[in-house]
């Protein structure tokens, strides 16, 4: 399925460790610190105090004043993304997170992307490979795992849409990115809408 993102952001992330992850966003650097783990359950579209020991900073997403919540355990990548909007946007949101696979040129096969439309936070398989500029699959449709869950839905008491992803630092499937020690990562946030 070809999709075209309304608004791209470009953050690096820096690997130092996996107990210390550091992030470069517009010249700033944001650590993602190690905290403790969500559980799947948890994925739900609602922000709630699993992600008190995570890092948050504010971003624009195009039109929209944004956060993006980051940390990680032992074994998974957590990220949220808080898009606010005081209406909720005919046809739906996508929320997505793209992890370049380290060549520095994004947007092309082999790059990885979490992704899932709000839909009242039902928890969705989120593990999505990348075949060509916005071509993108599930894994599980190219012989790959499925290493992510994501969920989203909109909150009208908090004027905006909520989307949480987890993601195995190191899956082993051939169809996904390693986040490695010590190692470097691109990822870049952003939304479409149908
Ligand atoms: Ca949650
Ligand atoms: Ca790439
Ligand atoms: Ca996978």
Request: hydrophobic content about 35%; aromatic content about 10%; overall charge negative.
């Amino acid at each position: 399925m070809k999709r075209t993102p309304a608004f791209r952001q470009a953050v690096i992330v820096g690997l130092c460790t996996v107990a210390a992850i550091s992030v470069l966003s517009v010249g700033a650097e944001f650590s993602v610190p190690y905290g403790d783990p969500i559980d799947l359950d948890r994925i739900d579209g609602v922000l709630g105090p699993e992600w008190d020991d995570a890092n948050a900073h504010p971003c624009r997403m195009g039109k929209y004043g944004a956060e993006v919540h980051l940390k990680h355990d032992e074994r998974l990548f957590y990220v949220a993304l808080v898009i606010r909007t005081s209406n909720e946007i005919r046809g739906g949101l996508e929320g997505w997170v793209f992890i370049d696979d380290g060549d520095g040129r994004d947007y092309e096969r082999g790059d990885d992307l979490l992704s899932v439309v709000a839909n009242d936070g039902r928890r969705e398989k989120a593990d999505h490979y990348f075949k060509g500029t916005f071509d993108f699959v599930l894994d599980t449709r190219l012989g790959g795992t499925n290493d992510a869950y994501g969920a989203g839905r909109y909150d009208a008491a908090l004027g905006a849409y909520v989307f949480e992803f987890c993601r195995e630092l190191r899956s082993g499937d051939s169809k996904d990115v390693a986040i490695e020690d010590e190692g470097a990562l691109d990822i870049e946030y952003g939304w479409s809408s149908g």
